[in-house]
């Protein structure tokens, strides 16, 4: 129901709806994932960010949360054109990230943007022929491409499963980095994001119990 809310542009109605429904499990990656697409319309960003961060915890490749924070990557004008390089929510490959912003901007009929980010996608996988495949179609057939036909051809393999895939030079190898957070499970550690400490309160397990009971704006301290 918070998902019909959101689409109908009725949004508290939605925010209200997808609350109860992670007060309830937080673990519901797509809920987390609607609740920042309410956000970013509400131009509420610091709340958006971290709602995006609490779904790719969950959904390492999740297209929404990645198209939210390349639009907000916008929004703010960052001169940092790898900024999801240095992301700590996800362990996702450069590829896959810039796939999960192409296929974001491509079911917004955002053509030139989907293209942009595919060829970041090819810069890190200059022989993945998906990819280059969903290129000469956009090429083609520009603002009239139907999207879910891209999309399909985009996921005829996955890159996580392809052999040819390395890590990018430009990010960790995987074994360096940083193992997944699980959500209200362990205790979170203040992170440091760029120059800017990310001092965040602690999580305990305890507190999940009590999670059901929160108002609206706990939910979002407990999330960030």
């Known amino acids: ?102 296929k974001g901007y491509l079911t917004r009929k955002e053509v030139n943007e989907c293209a942009k980010w595919l060829q970041k996608a090819q810069h890190y996988l200059p022989h993945d022929s998906p990819v280059q495949d969903a290129l000469r179609v956009l090429a083609k057939q520009g603002s009239a491409v139907d999207s879910r036909y891209v999309i399909d051809i985009l996921d005829q393999k996955t890159l996580a499963s392809r052999g040819t895939q390395g890590d990018s030079p430009d990010r960790p190898a995987k074994h360096d980095r940083q193992p997944r957070r699980q959500i209200a499970v362990e205790e979170r550690q203040p992170e440091s994001y760029g120059d800017h400490a990310d001092s965040r309160a602690t999580l305990k397990p305890v507190e999940v119990c009590r999670m059901a009971d929160d108002s609206a704006e706990d939910l979002e301290r407990l999330l960030s």
């Open 1 to 102: 129901l918070g998902q019909l809310m959101y689409k109908l542009s009725r949004l508290q109605e939605a925010e209200a709806h997808l609350s109860q429904v992670i007060e309830q499990d937080r673990s519901n990656a797509t809920a987390l994932s609607f609740m920042a697409l309410v956000r970013h319309k509400q131009n509420r960003y610091d709340s958006c960010r971290r709602y995006c961060e609490a779904t790719l915890r969950l959904d390492q490749v999740n297209v929404d949360a990645f198209w939210i924070l390349a639009e907000m990557q916008k929004i703010e004008a960052s001169a940092d054109e790898k900024w999801f390089l240095h992301m700590r929510s996800t362990d996702a490959p450069a590829a896959d990230i810039c796939q999960a912003i192409a």
